[in-house]
Structure formats: C-alpha cells, structure tokens
C-alpha cells in the first residue's frame, strides 16, 4: 500500500508546490472569470428574465448576477483544471513524464495524484470565491457550504480528469490550449451558466440536456440556496445532477488512466 499511495502522495503535494511558487496562477483564474463576472453581469441585468424558482415564504426573483455568479463559480473551476493539467504537456517536453512512467507503481497512482493535485488547488479557489455570495444576496449557512464543497469536488474531478485525458495525448501547450478552448469553454458557455435552459430552441436545449457540465452546475446551484430554501424548477433536480456527474467523474478518470496506460516510455 505504501508504494502505491507514496507517489499518489508526492504528484499531489507537487502540483501543490508548483502552485505555491506561481501565484499568478491564482490572479488568473480567479481576477478573470470576476471579471466577466461584473462586465457581462452588468451589462445584461436589464435584459435577463430570471428562470422559474419558487421559496417557502415569499415570491423570489433573481438578479442576473446573482444567476450569473454560480457559472463563474464552475468557470473557477475549469480554469483550475486548464492550468493543472497542462503541466502534463510541459512534463513530458522536459523528461520528467519519462522519469515517473518509468517507476514501478501503477499508472492509476500517477492519475489520481495529479487529479487530486488539481481538486485541492481548485476546491481552494472556490473556496475563496464563495466568500462573495453574501454580498449578492446569497445565505450560505453551514449545510450549503458542506454540500457546496462536495459538489465542487465533484465538478473538479470531472474536469481535471477531462483536462488529463487530453494533456496526456499532447506534444505541445498550443495544441491543448487550441483543444481545450474548442471544447472546455463552449460547454461552460452550454452549461446553463450564461443563460438559462428555458426559452432556447429545441435543438439547443437538448445540447445542453446531452452537456454534463450543465448537471455539475445545477448541482452547485440546488447546494448554493439550500439554506435558503429555494428551488429551481427549470433546471435538473439534484439528484440527477449527481448521478450524471458521478457518472462522467468516472468515466474521465477510466479514460485518463487508459490514455495514460498506453504511454510508450
């Protein structure tokens, strides 16, 4: 067991050294999607029609940048993702990649370790971020921040792993960036997180249907107003948002291990 979880132990505790000496890595990802945050959410507040929510007491009506402000939250997260895992591209250009594939522990260690690398640093920039929710209007209590950091785990696995399957089948940082554009933004841009699933043509609300970010970031929304005991009827229920997440969680991790398995030294 040691020689299994000691280099699980080290990847991670690496890609946490590495985000310690390159704090423009946090500025980045966290100024950037604030930014959009108050630009765009600024911008389109007088022409947003908030979905359909429902509260115990009183009528509820959101804001856009309130609405807005969970899909920067999961935009934290993907960003997190970007930056880990390219250190995958740049690893194999210098031979360290060569020097741990060479080692003899299993390839799903050295998957899990930089996985968790990118979870630790990505939990603790959303962490950070939630620090803003009281400021719009959002009551976060003790049960929605625990179910909250659940659910960014949960998105954070996903998308790392996501971003390790394609890293580990990159030569160059221009050609993941290229892919990584190509894919990662647009289903955060169809994932809910821009504009709500309702009143969009039929054929691109089944694209946001087939999306599983669209049920990370419903998850994230249904845990953020838990305290608040407020719902949102137009938006997959929480349950089947963790399902589907679980699910594509799982799948990511399976297809990064094989990718990774399959590495010629």
């Given at each position: 067991?040691?020689?299994?979880?000691?280099?699980?132990?080290?990847?991670?505790?690496?890609?946490?050294?590495?985000?310690?000496?390159?704090?423009?890595?946090?500025?980045?990802?966290?100024?950037?999607?604030?930014?959009?945050?108050?630009?765009?959410?600024?911008?389109?507040?007088?022409?947003?029609?908030?979905?359909?929510?429902?509260?115990?007491?009183t009528?509820?009506?959101?804001?856009?940048?309130?609405y807005?402000?969970?899909g920067?939250?999961?935009?934290?997260l993907?960003?997190?993702?970007?930056?880990?895992?390219?250190?995958?591209?740049?690893?194999?250009?210098?031979?360290?990649?060569?020097?741990?594939l060479?080692?003899?522990?299993?390839?799903?260690?050295?998957?899990?370790?930089?996985?968790?690398?990118?979870?630790?640093?990505?939990?603790?920039?959303?962490?950070?971020?939630?620090?803003?929710?009281?400021?719009?209007?959002?009551?976060?209590?003790?049960?929605s921040?625990?179910?909250?950091?659940?659910?960014?785990?949960l998105?954070?696995?996903?998308?790392?792993?996501?971003?390790?399957?394609?890293?580990?089948r990159?030569?160059?940082?221009?050609?993941?960036?290229?892919?990584?554009?190509?894919?990662?933004?647009?289903?955060?841009?169809?994932s809910?997180?821009?504009?709500?699933?309702?009143?969009?043509?039929?054929?691109?609300?089944?694209?946001?249907k087939?999306?599983?970010?669209?049920?990370?970031?419903?998850?994230?929304?249904?845990?953020?107003?838990?305290?608040?005991h407020?719902?949102f009827?137009?938006?997959?229920?929480?349950?089947?948002?963790?399902?589907?997440?679980?699910?594509?969680?799982?799948?990511?991790?399976?297809?990064?291990?094989?990718?990774?398995?399959?590495?010629q030294?």
């Amino acid at each position: 067991m040691l020689s299994v979880w000691l280099p699980i132990k080290t990847i991670w505790w690496r890609e946490i050294i590495r985000f310690v000496r390159q704090r423009s890595r946090l500025l980045s990802a966290i100024l950037q999607p604030l930014i959009f945050w108050i630009l765009i959410g600024s911008g389109l507040s007088a022409s947003f029609k908030p979905p359909s929510t429902s509260s115990e007491n009183t009528s509820y009506e959101q804001a856009y940048t309130e609405y807005f402000y969970p899909g920067i939250v999961v935009l934290v997260l993907l960003f997190t993702a970007i930056f880990a895992t390219i250190s995958v591209v740049n690893e194999r250009r210098e031979g360290f990649l060569q020097n741990v594939l060479v080692a003899p522990v299993p390839r799903w260690s050295i998957v899990l370790g930089q996985t968790l690398g990118g979870i630790t640093l990505a939990l603790l920039q959303g962490v950070l971020l939630l620090g803003i929710a009281p400021l719009i209007g959002i009551k976060v209590g003790l049960i929605s921040l625990l179910t909250t950091g659940g659910v960014m785990i949960l998105i954070a696995f996903g998308l790392t792993n996501l971003g390790l399957l394609i890293a580990w089948r990159m030569d160059s940082t221009q050609g993941f960036h290229a892919i990584m554009n190509l894919i990662l933004i647009p289903i955060w841009l169809l994932s809910g997180a821009f504009f709500p699933l309702a009143g969009v043509p039929h054929w691109l609300a089944w694209v946001m249907k087939l999306n599983p970010v669209t049920y990370g970031l419903a998850a994230f929304r249904h845990s953020l107003y838990l305290d608040s005991h407020i719902t949102f009827d137009e938006i997959p229920t929480m349950t089947i948002s963790i399902i589907v997440c679980s699910v594509f969680s799982l799948l990511t991790y399976a297809g990064a291990v094989l990718t990774a398995s399959t590495q010629q030294i």
